[in-house]
């Protein structure tokens, strides 16, 4: 469990950023983010095996009324992942590491947060998002799969590429 807690005038914002694997949120009524991972790992031989676990695991960055839970891989660009502000800056400037790879990691999220949170949640494949019953501002983005917004209240910038969308409020 991870607290947020009262930061003041901070916004309390959740980053849930995934690779493979689906994503399910729904507000509890605590202050506390409570995460339940499944991490399924693949791969065609033990060396590929063991290099998988070295390579790809959960990153958790925390900072004032803000909690990021990464899939880390080596896909991932190293050193900051947002500005001192919060901001995005530097997504996108580096390239990831394409290197052939006989292994896959899939990262299926459980997740209970405060009813009053922001949310900014991303995949790319092989899992739907489903988010329900929070208040605060949503981005939430997916490429290969179905986005649910149930019961959703707040400012919402939702896309999918390959899948369904639906948002109920």
């Given at each position: 469990?991870?607290?947020?807690?009262?930061?003041?005038?901070?916004?309390?914002?959740?980053?849930?950023?995934?690779?493979?694997?689906s994503i399910?949120?729904?507000?509890g009524?605590?202050?506390?983010?409570e995460?339940?991972?499944?991490?399924?790992?693949?791969?065609?031989?033990?060396?590929?095996m063991?290099?998988?676990?070295?390579?790809?695991?959960?990153?958790?960055?925390?900072?004032?009324?803000?909690?990021?839970?990464?899939?880390?891989?080596?896909?991932?660009?190293?050193?900051?992942?947002?500005?001192?502000?919060?901001?995005?800056?530097?997504?996108?400037?580096?390239?990831c590491n394409?290197?052939?790879r006989?292994?896959?990691?899939?990262?299926?999220w459980?997740?209970?947060?405060?009813?009053?949170?922001?949310?900014?949640?991303?995949?790319?494949?092989?899992?739907?998002?489903?988010?329900?019953?929070?208040?605060?501002?949503?981005?939430?983005?997916?490429?290969?799969d179905?986005?649910?917004?149930?019961?959703?209240?707040?400012?919402?910038?939702a896309?999918?590429v390959?899948?369904?969308?639906?948002?109920?409020?």
């Amino acid at each position: 469990a991870f607290l947020l807690g009262d930061h003041g005038s901070f916004v309390r914002t959740l980053v849930v950023d995934n690779v493979m694997g689906s994503i399910e949120i729904s507000a509890g009524t605590g202050s506390t983010v409570e995460l339940t991972l499944r991490e399924t790992f693949k791969a065609r031989s033990a060396e590929e095996m063991a290099r998988a676990r070295r390579e790809v695991a959960l990153e958790v960055t925390e900072h004032p009324g803000r909690l990021e839970l990464v899939q880390g891989g080596p896909w991932r660009c190293r050193g900051s992942r947002h500005e001192g502000d919060g901001s995005r800056a530097g997504r996108g400037d580096c390239c990831c590491n394409h290197e052939d790879r006989d292994y896959e990691v899939r990262f299926d999220w459980t997740l209970e947060v405060p009813r009053e949170l922001d949310l900014e949640v991303e995949n790319v494949n092989d899992g739907a998002i489903r988010i329900t019953g929070t208040v605060g501002r949503l981005e939430v983005g997916h490429v290969n799969d179905d986005i649910t917004l149930a019961s959703v209240a707040g400012q919402v910038d939702a896309r999918t590429v390959n899948g369904a969308l639906k948002v109920s409020f």
